[in-house]
Structure formats: structure tokens, C-alpha cells
């Protein structure tokens, strides 16, 4: 199996920023793909952005140009890097990893527990 830890979350204003981090650990060897998910009060679970070993990167259309996502292969972990920051961004966001390389909807089979984002008017 495979582990995935969240870190960076809070509480921030609109405008600002926050980087995530996402730490995997277990069956690596498992995993091409891995990406950030979000899910707010009363929505349903959106993918904000993956990426696959080969470096091909999805975004969703809400965060193109405001949020970025990288991965540090060496170190196992996987960030989301998010600029410009909206009150609509206020969600908890969950990495993910999958064993395609494909970065669409549905390639997570792998969960973290999932982090608070809160973004204040």
C-alpha cells in the first residue's frame, strides 16, 4: 500500500498564498501519478491538479494560472503551490496517487486523510 501525509494547510486572506505538501511512503514503486484533490461543505470531490512521473501536469480550469503542482521524486513528495488565493478555494484538499499515468478524474487509488484550506474575505 501506500501512505500519503498532507502538511501546509490553514487559514489565509484572499490574495495570499499557501503551499501544500504531500509525503508518500510504502509501495512507491506503485505509483505514476499523483495530483490534489478538494472537496467543500455540501460539493462533491473535484480534482484542482495531477501530475505523472513523465511530468504532464492537468489542472482544473478554476486554478490555471494561480496554482502550480511539483513533484520531488527523490524525496517522495508531491506540492501545490497556490497563488491568488480565493474565498471559493475553501475546501479540504486531499492528495492523491494513482498507479496510471493517466492525470484525469478518476486516477487516485491511493488517499491522504485530507487538509483544511480556508480562505477568508
Known amino acids: 500500500q501506500v501512505q500519503l501525509v498532507e502538511s501546509g494547510g490553514g487559514l489565509v486572506q484572499a490574495g495570499g498564498s499557501l503551499r501544500l505538501s504531500c509525503a508518500a511512503s510504502?509501495?512507491?514503486?506503485?505509483?505514476?501519478?499523483m495530483g490534489w484533490y478538494r472537496q467543500a461543505p455540501g460539493n462533491q470531490r473535484e480534482l484542482v491538479a495531477g501530475i505523472n512521473s513523465g511530468g504532464r501536469t492537468n489542472y482544473a480550469d478554476s486554478v490555471k494560472g494561480r496554482f502550480t503542482i511539483s513533484r520531488d521524486n527523490a524525496k517522495n513528495t508531491l506540492y501545490l503551490q497556490m497563488n491568488i488565493l480565493k474565498p471559493e478555494d475553501t475546501a479540504v484538499y486531499y492528495c492523491a496517487a494513482g498507479r496510471s499515468y493517466g492525470v484525469g478524474a478518476g486516477f487516485a487509488d491511493y488517499w491522504g486523510q485530507g487538509i483544511q484550506v480556508t480562505v477568508s474575505s
Open positions: 510504502g509501495y512507491i514503486f506503485l505509483v505514476n501519478a
